[in-house]
């Protein structure tokens, strides 16, 4: 039982976290302002109003509802593809050309008990005021809304599932809930921002307790993430479908996800799909997961990854990955400086379909397939590549699994109808390679029948260590490329029909 203190005690949590706040909702103004109207986000402060004399209200929400229905799970228990994907309805090829397997899932469904509402808390505290739908804010105003207000405990075990979304229901345009610092919500559910242009922040950490609907989706435009730690309990195995997504963004277009950690994932740790444009990863920690580190997919587009830091993840590290079945593919995505170290089933940084990605001062490390991949999959149905640039930084160790070989660096056509072209691969530091892997560098097709791979340039890459892998290998005469300061410990390469040494 809580005591007759707790309201201060939170109380003194929430106002821990107005600066957290204050620094957040200013620089998201700044970046995510499409479609907001003239309504100006302003920081929360423990005043009534703010600098600028604009209204601030902190707002208690109705009680929250005994309970809701669990959010349906897809039965296609869609199979990933190499790249890690969660793709309803796709069937798995008898081999892929990365090695891993794939696994179909169907992800039950349960529904767990509700969480305490306010009236069950102790006769001693007051119930929280109801907040009238139809009296809404002040033009200007930022609601600081809390899960708390909505009846969670925060003790990590408590299934706060119902509060939880209720709290994300009651946000409106401009409103910010808040979680705050030092705490843990439990849910059980998939849960879902469906509020255009609010913001989830505070420090606070959410923990998904069971692996077949941990996701938190977000489905509304112009939503902020910043400054949380989302984690699960425990998973047991690769699971491939949305609802298992830690962190999904489905078509919530100018989405900006900031300085949040994702520590464990039934699948992807940052799933970005549903045709999500003009979005921001920024600082984006994740790690220990089943599948990708971040994926992004379903023809998102004019996306940026910026300074995303990636650890020990089932799948690749960094993947854009686009499907005929999508329509569109994936294009103009940047990504910049991704750090990526230990995998256990993919590539470091890959671009398996997709257009106009510019990926930039790569720090890759001790993967299972190659550092960098680029290819069109024809067992998974994948469009093909075109102007993709990968441009300085380093790949040391990479296809450390004997059981595969890619080598350092792969570009790659498994199909009879799609081109790989425009491919630029510039200032790589190449070092740590397996002495037993064929090459370090391949252009590889798979069919003399296929486009090919045409118009890819390699230029200033070093490679160092052991000289018995070939430095390069280029296996069809479809392939078209060209070399330019490419060398091996020091020294030009040698070309012996399709093999550089």
Do not use: C
Request: net charge neutral.
């Amino acid at each position: 039982m809580r005591s007759v203190q707790a309201p201060r005690v939170r109380r003194a949590v929430l106002a821990g976290t107005v600066a957290v706040v204050a620094a957040v909702v200013v620089p998201v103004a700044a970046i995510a302002t499409s479609g907001s109207g003239d309504r100006s986000a302003v920081p929360i402060a423990a005043a009534p109003t703010s600098a600028d004399g604009s209204a601030v209200t902190t707002s208690a929400a109705p009680s929250a509802p005994a309970s809701t229905d669990a959010p349906a799970t897809s039965s296609s228990g869609a199979p990933q593809s190499s790249a890690g994907t969660a793709r309803p309805g796709q069937t798995a090829p008898a081999t892929a050309p990365t090695g891993a397997a794939t696994s179909a899932s169907a992800a039950p469904s349960t529904a767990p008990a509700a969480v305490p509402t306010t009236a069950s808390r102790p006769a001693a505290l007051p119930a929280a005021p109801v907040v009238p739908p139809a009296n809404p804010p002040a033009q200007g105003a930022v609601r600081a809304i809390s899960p708390f207000d909505t009846g969670a405990v925060g003790d990590g075990t408590t299934d706060d599932s119902v509060a939880l979304q209720a709290a994300f229901d009651l946000a409106e345009d401009g409103d910010v809930v808040i979680l705050p610092a030092g705490t843990v919500f439990a849910h059980s559910r998939v849960l879902t921002i469906r509020s255009a242009g609010i913001t989830l922040t505070g420090g606070g950490t959410l923990r998904a307790t069971r692996e077949a609907s941990s996701s938190l989706t977000v489905s509304a435009p112009r939503v902020t993430v910043s400054g949380i730690t989302l984690t699960i309990s425990g998973t047991t195995r690769r699971w491939d479908a949305y609802e298992q997504q830690r962190l999904r963004l489905a078509g919530a277009t100018g989405a900006v996800v900031r300085d949040v950690v994702v520590d464990g994932s039934a699948a992807a740790g940052v799933y970005v799909g549903g045709g999500t444009t003009g979005f921001l990863l920024d600082r984006v920690t994740v790690k220990n997961t089943r599948a990708d580190g971040i994926h992004i997919t379903q023809g998102s587009s004019d996306g940026q990854v910026v300074a995303p830091v990636i650890r020990n993840v089932g799948d690749d590290g960094v993947a854009v990955v686009s499907y005929r079945q999508d329509g569109a593919p994936s294009a103009r995505i940047t990504i910049t400086s991704p750090s990526v170290d230990g995998s256990t089933g993919g590539r470091g940084v890959s671009v398996v379909g997709g257009t106009d990605v510019d990926i930039t001062g790569i720090d890759v490390r001790n993967t299972y397939g190659a550092g960098v991949y680029l290819a069109a999959e024809g067992g998974w149905g994948t469009t093909g590549v075109a102007r993709v640039r990968v441009s300085g930084g380093t790949i040391t160790n990479a296809n450390d699994d004997p059981s595969i070989d890619h080598g350092s660096v792969l570009i790659y056509n498994g199909t009879p109808d799609q081109v790989v072209t425009d491919v630029t691969l510039t200032g790589l530091t190449v070092t740590g390679y397996r002495a037993t892997v064929s090459r370090v560098l391949g252009l590889i097709v798979d069919s003399a029948s296929s486009p090919g791979i045409r118009n890819a340039t390699l230029s200033g890459i070093a490679i160092s260590g052991d000289t018995r892998p070939a430095a390069l290998v280029s296996n069809q005469t479809a392939t078209t490329f060209g070399l330019t300061s490419v060398l091996r410990n020091g020294a030009a390469l040698v070309r012996t029909g399709g093999y550089f040494r």
